[in-house]
T-cell receptor, first 112, second 115 residues
Framework: EDQVTQSPEALRLQEGESSSLNCSYT??????LFWYRQDPGKGPEFLFT???AGEEKEKERLKATLTKKESFLHITAPKPEDSATYLC?????????????FGTGTRLTIIP | DAGVIQSPRHEVTEMGQEVTLRCKPI?????LFWYRQTMMRGLELLIY????????DSGMPEDRFSAKMPNASFSTLKIQPSEPRDSAVYFC?????????????FGDGTRLSIL
């Protein structure tokens, strides 16, 4: 069974204080690892897809990296508008499978 | 472009009543997904469709839950009879079929409270 564990559960940072969120996964053949952002009262919003170990993707203050066992979401010099819950999900590689398994998320708060 | 549209946004009803949640996927998307989100268990996939056909319903908790997709523009998730433990936020998502890893795009959910 696929498993995704995110840590920490919650993180409070001062504005400008860089940090990283962790996503550890167990999956039989990774086809893709996805990062989403979720604001209160909203649905998850897609950020990145990573396919293979060593891959990195960036968007504004966010950079996602991938190894064979985990992914990190690095946030550099965050601003209050980066406050949200960040979700990680994996998709297995078997043909025709579109199922995502999600972690429970990291709730990030950026204090002005 | 319009995103995934869900209705109602909020639903409060009494135990035993039938509940119907509705979803309009993004036009042209081949896949439609229903999820449930709770504090304890996070986001869980209930069922998904490809070209209106159910592919995997292994996440549907029990026979009280049913989902249909009569056409490419509309899907429903029904709970009958509803129970307090069904209280959660239900999300619908859609995605395109493609050779790459197409992301799922989510609606803003229906917050369901069963009293």
């Amino acid at each position: 069974e696929d498993q995704v564990t995110q840590s920490p559960e919650a993180l409070r940072l001062q504005e400008g204080e860089s940090s990283s969120l962790n996503c550890s996964y167990t999956v039989s053949g990774l086809r893709g690892l996805f990062w989403y952002r979720q604001d209160p009262g909203k649905g998850p919003e897609f950020l990145f897809t990573l396919y293979s170990a060593g891959e990195e993707k960036e968007k504004e203050r966010l950079k996602a990296t991938l190894t064979k066992k985990e992914s990190f979401l690095h946030i550099t010099a965050p601003k209050p508008e980066d406050s949200a819950t960040y979700l990680c999900a994996v998709r297995r590689s078997n043909f025709g499978n579109e199922k995502l398994t999600f972690g429970t998320g990291t709730r990030l708060t950026i204090i002005p | 472009d319009a995103g995934v549209i869900q209705s109602p946004r909020h639903e409060v009803t009494e135990m035993g009543q039938e509940v119907t949640l509705r979803c309009k996927p993004i036009s042209g998307h081949d896949y439609l997904f229903w999820y449930r989100q709770t504090m304890m268990r996070g986001l869980e996939l209930l069922i998904y469709f490809n070209n209106n056909v159910p592919i995997d319903d292994s996440g549907m908790p029990e026979d009280r839950f049913s989902a249909k997709m009569p056409n490419a523009s509309f899907s429903t998730l029904k709970i009958q009879p509803s129970e307090p433990r069904d209280s959660a936020v239900y999300f619908c998502a859609s995605s395109l079929y493609g050779s790459g890893n197409q992301p799922q795009h989510f609606g803003d959910g229906t917050r369901l409270s069963i009293l």
